[in-house]
């Protein structure tokens, strides 16, 4: 396996070769990733989620180095308005919710809180929540023992972010080949693929091959069939129209999601401009119509034509087949509700280096080991954005009368539950989301549960409202030292004195 060709650049075929580069290294395999200019990359994943840190941190990439070279943003979470009711709003921030007690978690505390009187929010309890409503960011120098730095993502430019990890790539020795693929060359025996057949006659050889090839999963998908998984009837949207704006006057420090009567509009600030997005289902408006709709709610006006994507929403049966693995669109898609269509690649990722063949050929263990685990995390993930369309007071249009009666997973109806009854959250193996996003986005969506757990009994009532009082108190304490998110970025890009 000396010869990795990687079918697609863009933001999944960038980062794949710059963590191969990095992590299996180009002294004794080649990396070669085969593109070309005739084919434009889907480009609206501009939000991440923290996790991309340690992606940067395995490369040595930082933060100012993303800042300057992708027009980026910092982020602390999501902002969702309209989604419980109209009028209504609550985020899903990023960073703990409060501090486990007496080896139970802060949830049941704060439930039990609730019981007996208590009028705070939940997120009165969450760093990133209120530094993303006051529009603060810093990475500030702690001061006191048990402060933390902010947990954050970015948005950024996919575009500038992808040629930011191609210079990148291409100085630890990966070749770009420009060309399209008229042919993929197979072996007869054993279905591997051997080749690429470029449209100018050459041909790109391979021992391994990873499919970047977007929707049309050209490896994957059209040559080996792996399967398709079609979760429309719990994800009913299936287009996105979407358009860039000038830069807002505030750079917010949070993604936007407002729902509308048949989807959701996302709003991304960047430093030059701003990302902005209908995600919505044809079936109850029409393109036409979504443009519309999304061109008169822009902040600030459109720079560039408004641009539909069509897709289903899904995963690949095989992430992993014969010696090709998909990553990005080719492996599968989730509508960017929680922004984590980069997080899914560098998952894969991460997997796929720990069972990188050593041989000259697939272990198929470990192929079966891969699709297992990325079948898993694909399901956890949708499981997690069904349920900002399931739980909802919305009727009001006949895409949320449809949202609010469809039929769920097994697997999210047992989670709904156990949270609604008793706020009980069993983490599962590969679940990206824990306690804190899930009970967040379930009690801004208004599923409170009914009661708390007796074990959070332990602590006299009086000792519990102390401790709480703390935990607000630091809080507020360390949002006091925190920047305006705007200024911090213009010290950060050398705009201002730091």
Request: charged share 25%.
């Amino acid at each position: 396996m000396r010869r990795i060709v990687i079918l697609g650049g863009g933001t999944a075929g960038w980062m794949a070769a710059a963590c191969l580069a990095r992590t299996l290294g180009t002294g004794e395999r080649s990396i070669t990733v085969v593109e070309s200019e005739e084919i434009g990359t889907v480009g609206v994943g501009e939000a991440t989620i923290p996790l991309i840190e340690t992606f940067h941190q395995i490369l040595g990439i930082s933060a100012i180095d993303v800042l300057r070279n992708c027009e980026a943003t910092f982020k602390l979470g999501i902002e969702f308005v309209d989604w419980r009711r109209r009028g209504d709003r609550y985020l899903h921030p990023f960073g703990p919710v409060g501090t486990d007690l007496n080896g139970v978690g802060f949830l049941q505390h704060w439930l039990r809180h609730r019981a007996q009187g208590g009028d705070s929010d939940y997120l009165d309890y969450n760093l990133e929540s209120r530094a993303a409503m006051a529009g603060r960011f810093g990475m500030t120098q702690l001061r006191q023992p048990g402060e933390h730095q902010l947990h954050f993502a970015y948005h950024f430019d996919a575009a500038l972010y992808a040629a930011m990890l191609r210079r990148y790539s291409e100085r630890l020795g990966v070749v770009r080949v420009e060309g399209m693929v008229q042919d993929v060359r197979r072996d007869g025996e054993s279905g591997d693929v051997t080749a690429l057949a470029l449209r100018d006659g050459s041909e790109v050889a391979g021992d391994f091959f990873l499919d970047c090839s977007g929707f049309r999963g050209l490896l994957i998908e059209q040559t080996l069939g792996a399967g398709y998984d079609d979760w429309s009837e719990w994800l009913p949207c299936n287009r996105a129209v979407a358009v860039q704006s000038g830069r807002l006057a505030q750079l917010s420090p949070f993604t936007r999601s407002t729902a509308l009567d048949a989807g959701w509009q996302w709003r991304i600030p960047l430093q030059h401009r701003t990302g902005n997005g209908y995600v919505f289902c044809d079936a109850f408006v029409s393109e036409d119509e979504a443009t519309a709709t999304l061109l008169s709610r822009l902040d600030t006006p459109a720079t560039i034509e408004p641009r539909m994507l069509r897709f289903v929403t899904g995963r690949r049966r095989k992430t992993w087949d014969h010696n090709v693995v998909a990553l990005g669109l080719a492996g599968g898609f989730l509508e960017p509700l929680e922004s984590t269509s980069i997080y899914m690649v560098q998952s894969a990722l991460a997997k796929l280096i720990a069972l990188f063949p050593r041989g000259d050929r697939v272990n198929r263990v470990a192929a079966d080991r891969f699709n297992a685990m990325m079948a898993t995390e694909w399901a956890r993930v949708r499981d997690f954005i069904i349920a900002h369309y399931k739980i909802t007071e919305r009727d009001d249009t006949p895409f949320w009368k449809h949202c609010r009666n469809m039929t769920i997973p097994d697997t999210l109806a047992e989670r709904l539950a156990l949270f609604e009854e008793e706020g009980l959250f069993i983490e599962q193996p590969h679940d990206l989301f824990k306690e804190g996003s899930w009970a967040s986005v379930l009690i801004g969506q208004g599923m409170t549960p009914r009661r708390f757990h007796p074990v959070a009994n332990a602590a006299p009532p009086e000792a519990l409202e102390t401790q709480l009082a703390r935990m607000r108190s630091a809080v507020a304490a360390r949002l006091a030292t925190l920047p305006e998110h705007g200024e911090y970025i213009d010290q950060c890009m050398g705009k201002a004195a730091a």
